[in-house]
């Protein structure tokens, strides 16, 4: 991945310069040697993490010398037989320092010592900067977290999130980093360290849905992912966690989820969802339902068009919406309709609606001349008995409306009532 240039300066150490060129470079180094009577022959600019400077007993050596180096991240050596002479804020320059005399093995154990630092500090190097790339490059959350709860590192997406520096984020927690209030930090609506532990404490990556955040543009809905890290031991010493903005997401699924339970021309529920509906929330409950059908309603699609039928059908869907705004009202196809009631009600209550739905669909069918053939007629049919299905509900009101349309063609009946003359 990559080939690094060490460039060396050898300063007045004459002597010692063939035992330290016939030093063969590591892997994916290359050494360039340069030679000087003085540190003061070597341009700072031209320095930088990937040189050496190797010093023999330089006199007037100070640390004002050595600074300009020492901020380029230069290896700094040096070689003297009088250490106790030199000032201890010039020896603290120094990355190493090796007391003469040397002879050339161990010379060359020190300088092997020197290229094996070097090459571990440049793929820490290395390794910092891919994984700065990496977590950068992505527009989702990203950040590592010790144990205790301080970030360590975070990307540029976290910081832009919080709308803070990251000086202001790492070596912080959550509560200063989001700004959270005293009265949100007791409530524990947002503590994340529950979920923390309980993926330190699974030992493997886990999922959550539930984090949200107030962002310029409202809240976002987050899906986290959270690892735990763990020392040599496979002991957890904090998490790296990673959020993906789901909002989107979550409302295209919500839009898909609406659009398979509902039907497209009345907005109503359709089939799919009265049967879902009907399982999930019946139980032992006493369950209700009213089974409606348009009576010649062919004629206004044979006579006017299929728009005008379409008409009907959506005036139609809101007037059984506007009477039972509280229970669920489904097309179940073409002209046909159900309401269902789940629960205990009174009789007369019923009565009183189904009157006022067959009366407020005479009024609405009366606006349009095309409409004016049609009526409503409706079969009702109950049980509190759990065990029967609801397709044999389904079909003991669709009995009863069928039975209506014949002798009592825009009213109601009720199933108990005819069920002698239909079995």
């Not at 060129?21 to 000087?36: D, V």
């Not at 990937?50 to 300009?68: E, G, M």
């Not at 987050?222 to 890290?229: F, N, S």
Request: charged share 25%; net charge negative; glycine share 4%.
């Amino acid at each position: 991945m990559y080939n690094c240039i060490l460039k060396i300066y050898l300063v007045n150490s004459n002597e010692m310069n063939e035992t330290i060129e016939s030093i063969p470079p590591l892997e994916k180094f290359t050494h360039e040697f340069k030679t000087c009577d003085s540190i003061d022959e070597i341009s700072a600019d031209e320095t930088d993490m990937n040189t050496v400077i190797i010093i023999n007993n330089s006199p007037n050596l100070t640390a004002q010398k050595i600074i300009p180096f020492k901020k380029n991240d230069v290896t700094l050596v040096l070689m003297t037989d009088d250490v106790e002479s030199l000032m201890e804020s010039v020896l603290n320059m120094f990355n190493y320092v090796w007391n003469l005399p040397l002879n050339p093995p161990v010379m060359r154990h020190h300088f092997k010592k020197i290229l094996k630092d070097l090459k571990l500090k440049k793929e820490y190097w290395l390794t910092q900067n891919y994984l700065n790339t990496l977590i950068n490059s992505v527009p989702d959350l990203i950040w590592f977290k010790r144990k205790d709860g301080i970030h360590l590192k975070v990307n540029e997406a976290f910081c832009e999130a919080v709308n803070k520096d990251r000086d202001d984020v790492e070596g912080y927690e959550h509560a200063h980093i989001w700004g959270l209030t005293e009265e949100q930090i007791a409530s524990g609506a947002y503590d994340c360290s529950k979920s923390e532990i309980e993926v330190m404490n699974a030992g493997t990556t886990l999922i959550f849905h539930e984090e949200v955040y107030h962002s310029k543009r409202g809240m976002i809905q987050l899906g986290v992912y959270k690892t735990p890290i763990k020392d040599e031991y496979g002991r957890a010493i904090g998490t790296v966690g990673f959020a993906q903005d789901i909002t989107k997401l979550m409302e295209q699924q919500e839009t898909i989820l609406k659009m398979a339970q509902t039907d497209a021309l009345t907005q109503l529920t359709n089939r799919r969802y009265f049967y879902e509906y009907v399982n999930e929330n019946r139980g032992e409950n006493m369950i209700t339902l009213c089974y409606i059908d348009l009576d010649h309603f062919k004629l206004v699609n044979d006579n006017y068009g299929h728009p005008l039928g379409d008409a009907a059908l959506m005036g139609t869907a809101e007037v059984l919406k506007n009477t039972f705004p509280d229970e669920l009202v489904t097309r179940l196809g073409g002209d046909e309709f159900v309401v269902t009631i789940i629960g205990d009600y009174k009789f007369e209550d019923l009565l009183a609606r189904l009157k006022y739905l067959t009366e407020q669909a005479k009024d609405f069918y009366k606006m349009n001349k095309a409409f004016e053939t049609l009526a409503m007629s409706i079969g009702i049919a109950w049980t509190d008995d759990s065990k029967i299905m609801i397709d044999s509900l389904l079909r003991m009101s669709d009995e009863a409306l069928y039975y209506c349309k014949t002798h009592n063609r825009g009213g109601y009946i009720f199933y108990e009532d005819i069920k002698d003359k239909v079995e």
